[in-house]
């Protein structure tokens, strides 16, 4: 069963150092997100891409955030610096990208904890 | 502004069943999501409803009233891998996915 990629998939770093996370979805997905998920709370949409571009990214950080997905499959989601406060699950997933209502498929996360 | 509603944690025995509630008030509808996700991994598609009624998939069924805007998720002949927390998601009017808190599901043996 084909599923989203991620790396890596545990991070510690200390603050004001930069991170990069990395995102394979599945074969085929056009449409691919980047959430934030804090223990306890619902997963928060940062970034979303349809193929290389950007759908909406109205709740990222753009001062420490950055991400990029250039060939339209493959993603990356820098942060730089870091934060104590971005201490969280970093989650990727994909969906089809022929229907908005398309079901939306998560890779296993990255937990970066920032000391 | 958009909210979605649903208790924090449950319990619930072994081999019985549980309901866990979601209300929502959102701009707009296109659909009602359910995701488990266990503790430490990533969540994971259980079901979908954009029409009213019952939707029935093995031992769990999502059910949808959008008059109401009130789903819940039932789930039978529970199991202890069932523990783990289920987040209801709301896709409002611009697509995008509105997400509940989750609520947290303490199975006993």
């Known amino acids: 069963e084909a599923e989203v990629a991620q790396s890596p998939r545990y991070k510690i770093t200390e603050k004001s150092q930069a991170v990069a996370f990395w995102c394979d979805p599945i074969s085929g997905h056009a449409t691919l997100y980047w959430y934030r998920q804090i223990l306890g709370q619902g997963p928060e949409l940062l970034v979303q891409f349809q193929d290389e571009s950007v759908v909406d990214d109205s709740q990222l950080p753009k001062d420490r955030f950055s991400a990029e997905r250039l060939k339209g499959v493959d993603s990356t989601l820098k942060i730089q610096p870091a934060e104590l406060g971005d201490s969280a699950m970093y989650l990727c997933?994909?969906?089809?990208?022929?229907?908005?209502?398309?079901?939306?498929?998560f890779g296993p996360g990255t937990r970066l904890t920032v000391l | 502004g958009q909210n979605i509603d649903q208790p924090t944690e449950m319990t619930a025995t072994e081999g019985a069943i549980v309901q866990i509630n979601c209300t929502y008030q959102?701009?707009?509808?296109?659909?009602l999501f359910w995701y488990q996700q266990h503790a430490g991994e990533a969540p994971t598609f259980l079901s979908y409803?954009?029409l009213d009624g019952l939707e029935e998939k093995g031992r769990f069924s999502s059910f949808l009233s959008r008059s109401k805007g009130y789903s819940y998720l039932l789930l039978k002949e529970l199991q202890m891998k069932d523990s783990a927390s289920y987040l209801c998601?709301?896709?409002?009017?611009?697509?995008?996915?509105?997400w509940g808190a989750g609520t947290k599901l303490i199975i006993k043996p």
């Open positions: 959102t701009s707009g509808f296109n659909g």
């Open positions: 997933a994909s969906s089809q990208g022929g229907m908005h209502t398309d079901t939306q498929y």
């Open positions: 409803n954009v």
């Open positions: 998601a709301v896709m409002d009017s611009n697509y995008q996915l509105i």
